[in-house]
């Protein structure tokens, strides 16, 4: 299709061979690895290079208590058992960086005041850097597990109490244990989700 | 770091080298690149696997100029000029498909009634899968473009008219001209969008 493109080992490990991870095996992720992951996320597209994607990494056994009383049930065991839970979000305040970040026009003034236009600018592109995050962390290596399964208010209360910081989901980090991986679910054939006009 | 990682040029062509591209070589994107970057995206995690990401690609002219009334001034050019717009859309009626998508719990009935629920949803998921299409596209070797500067309810009245898939984004496919490429935009620094605790 293109000189350029991913290896078939690539393609399966960012996609076709990656999976959702419940079971983590003990095994440790470096702070310079979480690093890593964010220094590669954060290269990919947003509208007007506004970057509004925070994260913070509950890595400490503090983090995780702190984190504990907003998960749903299910989502509790692996959530502790796992080296990390990154908590991403996004920044509500995202446009008082545009003067530095975008150079091409004063993209602050499309916000400014607007309520409704920063939180949609903030969830969308927030969670176009969740995908971007996702696939970075498994370009090095890490395997994932991403939840919508929590309190938002809980965690907002615990990580971002200023209120300018607002949970988007939660993602384990780690390296999942295969064999305690169940099926795996069926995807939308391009038919059914997608149409070329 | 990991025995399985992606290569120095593969980390290169997701991340570190690529570029949004406004400018485009005369060069065709077939429909089979079209199908193999959605049918790498579709793999990518969604909560209880919902998958609400729609896409139509505009490639004849004559999908193109029904999407030229609806694109910002600045954004005409360079998106009739390009050999594919994706138009990523997220669809409020996915949870009609969950019983077929998720096999651990009625999902379905998390969401059916409950607009607030699916609309949020809808949009995480969907941009998320956003995130994961533009990584599928450039891990095949396209250029993208993406774009917010458009009216949304004129991309949904062409496109949509049925009311159930509302547009996201728009995502010019193609490949770049890289001598019509601006100097680089900063990104945020770890320190200024992450914490470790």
Chains 1, 2 share one sequence.
């Not at 908590?87 to 026009?105: G, N």
């Not at 399964?149 to 200023?162: I, L, R, S, T, Y």
Request: glycine share 6%.
């Amino acid at each position: 299709m293109s000189e350029r493109m991913l290896s078939d080992t690539g393609l399966d490990l960012l996609f076709r061979a990656a999976r959702t991870h419940k079971g983590w095996q003990d095994r440790a992720v470096s702070d310079v690895l979480l690093q890593a992951v964010y220094d590669l996320a954060k290269w990919a597209p947003t509208s007007a290079n506004c970057q509004p994607m925070r994260v913070v990494f509950a890595k400490s056994q503090a983090a995780k208590e702190r984190l504990r009383p907003a998960l749903m049930q299910g989502n509790v065991d692996k959530t502790m058992a796992a080296p990390v839970c990154a908590i991403v979000a996004y920044d509500l305040e995202f446009h008082e960086k545009l003067p530095e970040l975008f150079s091409q026009a004063d993209a602050r003034s499309w916000f400014a005041g607007k309520p409704d236009a920063i939180q949609e600018n903030a969830f969308r592109n927030g969670s176009l850097q969740g995908g971007y995050f996702i696939m970075a962390a498994r370009a090095l290596g890490l395997d994932v597990g991403p939840m919508s399964g929590f309190d938002k208010a809980k965690v907002n209360q615990a990580f971002f109490p200023e209120g300018t910081w607002q949970v988007n989901f939660l993602c384990n980090l780690g390296y999942g244990d295969p064999d305690q991986l169940p099926p795996r679910d069926k995807r939308l054939d391009f038919d059914q989700a997608c149409d070329i006009q």
